[in-house]
Structures are given as C-alpha cells and as structure tokens.
C-alpha cells in the first residue's frame, strides 16, 4: 500500500491509505525518503487562505485535488527511483511533489540530486530556486547596498546567495534574536529593523508583514527598488505609497516563482534554474535552515504545529520508518 497525505479541511489533516502505484512505460516511480514542510505558502494552504482568483496558478506541479479542501499539496521532497530504467534505478532525486509516499513522474518532473548534497540538504533546493529568481528578477551589481527583510527559509536562503555577488553590503533584518544571531553564526550582518542602514540600491522583502513593507521603503534609496517575494493569501497589507514615495521615485517589482524572472526568461528554462539550485546547495550553511524532524506517521498531529511555529523554517518529514 501507499499513503498520501491530505488536508481535509482548514489545519486538519489526515493520511489516505490509496494502492501502490506503479510505472508504466516512460515513466519512474520515486520512494520518497523526505519530505518537508515549509512555513511560506504552505502554511496559506493549511489555513484555506488561498484566494479563488489565483486558485489555478498557485496549485503546486503534483497537487491533488483543488483548493480550498481537500487537497493534497506539497513542493519539497527528495526520493529514490525504485522503478524505471535499469540505469536509473537507486538514484536520487529532488521533487516539486507532495506528502506522499510514493510518486509516479515522468523524467521531467524530478532532478539528480549532486552526490555532495546531502539529502535533507537537498530539500531545500526550492528555497534556493525561489531565491535565485528573486535575485534575477532584479539583478544587484557589482557593490550594490542589498538588504533583505525577513530571516525565513527564503529570506536566508536568497542571503546565502547573495552573500557571493560582490556586494558592498549585504544585510539581513529579523526582529527575531534567535534568527539574527544564526545568520550571524553564517557570516551575513543582521540588523533588527531600527538599527538597518538605509540608502540601499534593492531591498528584498520575503517577511511576509505589512511592517516588513513598510520597512523595506523606508530603507530604500532615491530611485531605489523593493523586490516584493512575501506572497500574502487573502490578505491585503497596507502599503504606504504617500509622504515620499513618489518623490524618491521608488519602485516596487513583484517576484513569483511560478515563471523565470522576466530578465531571464528568454534565455533558462525553469529545469535549468533547478539545476543551478541544486548545485547552489554544496554551500553547507544552508544545513542550518533544518530546524526539526518529525517521522511522517506523525505528520497530522505536528503540521500544525510547525506552520505556526516562528522557530520553524524547514521541517523534515522522514519516511524511513516505512515497511520494506
């Protein structure tokens, strides 16, 4: 038998018992070994605050069913091909998949993950996909002032990445302690948001709150850029556009990962920009983003739990205990 988890109404969850899939022809099937739980979008799900007019383009590659409930979602996983060509058997490979426990893809749909990448490293390949495009959507040169608001899993993920471009200042703002002082841990400048410089050429908000926005205009520099990454469901932030936004000439430029960033788009497919997150993962400070694990016969009591857990940034789902 196999298992694939579903969220039957809002932050309530269950596992279905469904037949063992198998392979056809063309086609692999993936025992996952991990899955994970992110706190961003998938959190919006779990709350139902998917809004109707987006349904269609928010629905992740191997979703199950529609949103608002039920619907069995998930972007994170990393598996092994267990059924497939000869050659391919025993490889493994990261996902956009769900909670499953097993996946019939096609060669497409999944990705070799390097053989330096750990594989609960491995999972975050998302988030460094996720903040890849960020830094494509509008490209930081040479000496640029970047800060970036919000130490989640993509805000620090899209630090981490930065942290390599030449840069004359990059710095993380959180009004978490715990959060900062990792960063700090990493090598990246923190800053609460009283104490962030100003004046920066791009700011990149991932925190999700009307204050982060708020923040983010405030410290951008005349003819400056605030690259919006927080998705925010149902919600709509008040964003201050008065006082002197018009007269600094500030610009605010929407970033989804959904499509390559339009600067890139002509010229990466969506496969190569997974396969340069996945090779961005040989930095091992992103291990740091693992903050638990939870075996997944445990899934529906603690999801939850973790999506809304400040703490969390990416939560393992280990499916090892499985028979056989």
Known sequence: MAWEFWIEEARRGRWREVDEPHAASGQLRVGTTVSAISRGTERLVWEGRVPDSVADLMAAPAQRGTFPFPVSYGYLAVGAIDEGPADQLGQRVFGLL?????????????????????????????????????????????????????????????????????LSRLEVIDTDAARREMLTGLGLATATPDEASGD??????????????????????????????????????????????HARRLSIIASQVGQVAAGQRARRTRAQR????????????????????????????????????????????DYRSLPG
């Open 98 to 166: 769900p909670h499953h426990t097993h996946h019939i893809v096609g060669p497409a749909d999944v990705h070799p993950v390097p053989e330096a990448v750990p594989t609960s490293r491995a999972l975050l390949a998302g988030a460094a996909e996720t903040g890849i495009n960020i830094l494509w959507q509008a490209p930081p040169r040479f000496g640029d002032r970047v800060a970036i608001i919000g130490a989640g899993m993509i805000g620090t993920s899209t630090a981490l990445l930065a942290d390599r471009m030449g």
């Open 274 to 317: 997974l396969g340069q997150a996945l090779d961005a993962l040989h930095d091992e400070r992103f291990d740091a983003l693992i903050t638990g694990s939870t075996d997944w016969s445990e899934l529906p009591v603690v999801m939850d739990r973790v999506l809304t857990d400040p703490a969390s940034l990416c939560h393992i789902v």
């Open 200 to 245: 920066c050429d791009i700011v990149i908000h991932t925190s999700g709150t009307e204050a982060g926005l708020t923040t983010a205009l405030a410290l951008t520099g005349d003819d400056g850029t605030v690259v919006e990454a927080s998705w925010y469901g149902t919600d709509a932030p008040r964003v201050p556009l008065g006082a002197d936004f």
